[in-house]
């Protein structure tokens, strides 16, 4: 079993639809969270981070953790054709050390 | 603002036939690590090299080497390519006390024939 699994997708949504993308782990020593965003033949770029349980907002960007049942969200509102990606979470053991990846979900924001 | 910059971003080999991809960041990082990434797989780590001097397996390092030069540069290199190396990889890097943002690069494309 993968210690962090995503859904790969495609998702397909009509744009201005709400993008509801999840990732679980297993492993409890995870401490915080991330999401990378990658666009077709780019690198991953950073996208929000989390370090505890809750909800994290940036723009039209909404993080959400929960670790008693080991799941993570990331909501995107508004969508846009410029949002269409793959869409990776992660999460580093502890602080400072290597991440683990998810497999990524794309997404495809149709106009 | 240059990042992280990888060569070459495709190449095209032979089965048995040897290589090597550069990276550099410009960042004055001091970890770096050398990633691949393949269809449902994710990125899995190859190499890390946690400071100039320093490098360690990741998940997946079977059939490559590292070096890192100096702080700027990580290389990676594979002896003697097979068609399972056939794969996108990609260089990052991270600043010491970060959370844990990698900046990565745009990829080197590989195709083992």
């Known amino acids: 079993q993968k210690e962090v699994e995503q859904d790969p997708g495609p998702l397909s949504v009509p744009e201005g639809a709400i993008v509801s993308l999840n990732c679980t782990y297993s492993n409890s020593a995870f401490q915080y969270f991330m999401w990378y965003r990658q666009y077709s033949r780019k690198g991953p770029e950073l996208l929000m981070y989390t370090y505890s349980s809750g909800n994290k907002e940036d723009g039209r960007f909404t993080a959400q953790v929960d670790k008693s049942s080991k799941y993570i969200s990331l909501f995107i509102r508004d969508s846009q054709p410029s949002d269409s990606a793959t869409y990776l979470c992660a999460s580093p053991k502890a602080a400072g050390n290597k991440l683990t990846f998810g497999g990524g979900t794309r997404v495809l924001v149709k106009p | 603002n240059a990042g992280v910059t990888q060569t070459p971003k495709f190449q095209v080999l032979k089965t048995g036939q040897s290589m090597t991809l550069q990276c550099a960041q410009d960042?004055?990082?001091?970890?770096m690590y050398w990633y691949r990434q393949d269809p449902g797989m994710g990125l899995r780590l190859i190499y890390y090299s946690a400071s100039e001097g320093t490098t360690d397996k990741g998940e997946v390092p079977n059939g490559y080497n590292v070096s890192r030069l100096n702080k700027r540069e990580f290389s990676l290199r594979l002896e003697s390519a097979a068609p399972s190396q056939t794969s996108v990889y990609f260089c990052?890097?991270?600043?010491?006390?970060?959370?844990?943002?990698?900046?990565f690069g745009e990829g080197s494309r590989l195709t083992v024939l």
């Open positions: 990052a890097s991270r600043g010491r006390g970060t959370t844990g943002e990698l900046f």
């Open positions: 960042m004055n990082h001091n970890s």
